[in-house]
């Protein structure tokens, strides 16, 4: 028997083997869809958040300005006698203290009229011991009817005038010897050396500028200051000072404002004074923040806990991982820390960083290494 002979006559057609491939390809399909789906929906992971506690800190209302430093104490050193210049021995730039040598005029024509002013004062005491003799003869002479009272009272007048003289003549001398010290310029306070007007050589007259000083031991800061503030400013308020040549801040209190606000800029002129601090410079910038008020506990969280939302401003309050959305009010904000007046309480835990990605009962994953901290 041939093969041809195994085939049954309906398997034998073409039409037949078409028939039996759809009806093993039906088979697998409805194989196929009985098999359970792998891709079905997950839900997602939490969000990954860090956390921090809402604490109770001091805040101050402060407002701030940049100023101006001043120099109280800058005088220009004058010539007091008329003399020619023989030596200075500073200059600019150079510290000094006081009573210093910084100028050396010539002190000849005072030399000399100090000796002359010396030599007529020994003259008039000579005379005067002798005119003492003479009265000292006269009254024993008029003890003795030798010679008349008024011979006495001549020769007591001339006395008493060489007496005058004498006190005139060392009064002079004394002037002299002063003005002679002059030639001698030393420095009136300490300070700076900020220029050198003469040198050696020149002639100066009295008045005659020689240098000029610039001295740190007291200061004028100017501050301007708004004028919608000027209400709540009064002298002995507190200012903190800072200035770029110096890192000391300085704790200074108002001394005095000027009445007048400035018609250029509105602004009010606050003043306060630096005493004897060591860097501050005469002209330099100085940043002055004037504290207004003080908030002794108020409850603050950091800026990225405060997320904008169409409710208002809100935080996410974190309880057994679950973010609960509140709505607060806040109020001032310092250093990267805001302050909630309403919708929070000092202790509970709130979402810093991943708050902006959060919603209403979101859950989340608390991250638990370099969780942030409230600082004071």
């Known amino acids: 028997m041939t093969a041809n002979n195994l085939l049954t006559p309906a398997a034998a057609t073409p039409q037949a083997a078409i028939s039996l491939l759809l009806s093993f390809c039906l088979a697998l399909g409805l194989g196929a869809c009985g098999k359970p789906q792998e891709n079905s929906r997950k839900e997602p992971p939490p969000a990954l958040v860090s956390t921090v506690n809402a604490e109770t800190t001091k805040l101050e209302i402060r407002e701030q300005a940049v100023g101006t430093i001043e120099g109280l104490i800058d005088p220009t050193i004058s010539a007091e006698v008329a003399a020619r210049v023989v030596k200075v021995l500073v200059h600019p730039g150079q510290a000094i ?31 005067l011991a002798n005119q003492g003799r003479l009265v000292e003869r006269n009254q024993k002479l008029v003890e003795k009817n030798f010679i008349s009272q008024n011979a006495l009272e001549d020769v007591t007048t001339q006395q008493i005038a060489l007496k005058e003289q004498l006190d005139g003549a060392r009064a002079r001398l004394a002037s002299i010897e002063h003005t002679g010290g002059k030639a001698r310029v030393v420095a009136p306070v300490d300070g700076v050396v900020e220029k050198q007007i003469v040198s050696a050589g020149d002639f100066v007259n009295i008045g005659s500028p020689l240098l000029q000083i610039i001295s740190k031991q007291r200061l004028r800061v100017h501050l301007p200051f708004p004028e919608s503030i000027a209400s709540k400013l009064q002298p002995g308020l507190k200012v903190r000072l800072s200035t770029p040549t110096s890192s000391e801040q300085v704790i200074a209190t108002i001394r005095e404002f000027k009445p007048m606000i400035g018609a250029g800029n509105r602004a009010i002129d606050v003043i306060a004074d630096v005493i004897d601090q060591p860097g501050w410079q005469p002209g330099a910038s100085v940043n002055g923040t004037i ?56 202790g509970e835990t709130v979402a810093v960083d991943g708050a902006a990605f959060l919603t209403d009962q979101a859950k989340v994953s608390v991250q638990k290494s370099g969780v942030q901290q409230a600082t004071r």
């Open 97 to 127: 203290k006081k009573g210093q040598l910084m100028v050396l005029l010539d002190p000849t024509d005072y030399s000399l009229q100090r000796r002359e002013a010396q030599a007529e004062v020994a003259r008039l005491q000579a005379l």
């Open 291 to 346: 504290i207004l008020d003080e908030r002794p506990n108020a409850v603050v969280v950091p800026e990225q806990s405060v997320v904008l939302r169409p409710a208002g401003e809100v935080v996410y309050v974190i309880k057994n991982n679950v973010a609960e959305q509140r709505v607060v009010k806040t109020g001032l904000r310092q250093e990267n820390k805001v302050e909630i007046l309403e919708g929070l309480k000092a």
